[in-house]
């Protein structure tokens, strides 16, 4: 009896998916893929940077058929099991596995020192993106340079005219074109909804998070957007959607305009009821990749990012207020007034009356 370590289905520790599924052994197996390329993603970041450098495991899937791509991340849940071969967490046993394997490409897309310390630490043929030197984290070549600077000063960022999906493929030495979000919809765990049938779901993301309170919209103005939207699309249904910092907020809304609302639930619950939803009208959150990862229609308000940072994939529209925003990333506003209170809520309904 043999073995085939160079096999993509491999595991060595547990059995492989196709001996699970259909018995096979490695001396006759007909699944037998050879690994063309051995590529490590170093992408720790929020949720929602995780989510949008899934395009990348397209691209090198296309690229390399067979290869095999493992990914290090703070949150692994996140990640399309169907579609990346290895999913590890950060930790000191994935570490020091990535430090003692050998890669074909290494790429880290991270500016924490931690990562940078790793990939200049590992061994592989190819590297990309940010390494720890001199102390500091650094570009590790010219392809890199570019998303550093933007990343370095605000003027230069303002200025950029680049999607983060054109940065991270620059970086790599591609082009981005077009590749999409990579998710699981979790449809198999069998969740069901208490939403009507026959109706269109439009969903309203309603929080931003505690970096960015820049972003944050009035209950004032999501109670009006819920009975401007009810008025135009009599058919379609409004579900509220956020997490537990947003339950509270979500509750007022709801029993201010009647809109529906479920609740807050797990990770894997969220991106499926996402998943049902036609468009999903958000402020640049978490909420925001889910839906573009899924393909759904977006409405997005922003104000406090370079619009060009944003790729929708042709599926909708970005909002912005209608006083010019001065608090470039920042987490308050320097007016003291935000600029969020600018944005009517007629103007995001005409924007979901042109998507809908």
Known sequence: M????DCRHFKGHIPCKPHKQNGYHCDDCSAYEQISKRILIIKLGAIGDV?????LVVKFREEFPGCKITWLTW???????SQIDEILKWDHNSILYAQHSAWDIAINLDKEKEAGALLKTIDAKEKFGFVLKDNEIQPINELAVHKFMTGMFDDVSQANTKSYLQEIFEICGHTHQGEPYLMDTHDEKGYTWN??????????????????????????KWV??????????????????????EDVRNKEIQQ??????????????FINLVNQC??????????????LALGKKIVLMNNIFNKHEFDLFGKGEIVAPNKACKC????????????????PAAKIAEAVGRWM
């Open 278 to 291: 036609e468009l999903v009208i958000t402020q640049v959150t978490m909420g925001m990749h889910i839906t």
């Open 224 to 245: 009006e957007l819920v009975a401007l939207v009810k008025q135009q699309h009599p058919d379609a249904e409004v579900l509220l959607l956020g997490g537990e910092a």
């Open 75 to 81: 949150t692994p849940d996140i990640l399309p099991s």
């Open 2 to 5: 043999i073995y085939k370590a």
């Open 256 to 269: 201010r305009s009647g809109a529906t609302y479920l609740g807050y639930f797990s990770l894997y619950e």
């Open 195 to 220: 939403l009507p049938k026959g109706k269109k779901i439009i969903g309203m993301n309603t929080g931003c998070g505690g970096r960015w309170t820049t972003r944050l919209w009035s209950i004032d």
């Open 328 to 343: 470039f990333y920042r987490g308050s506003c320097v007016d003291g007034v935000s600029c969020m209170e600018e944005l």
């Open 51 to 55: 989510i949008r450098t899934t395009p």
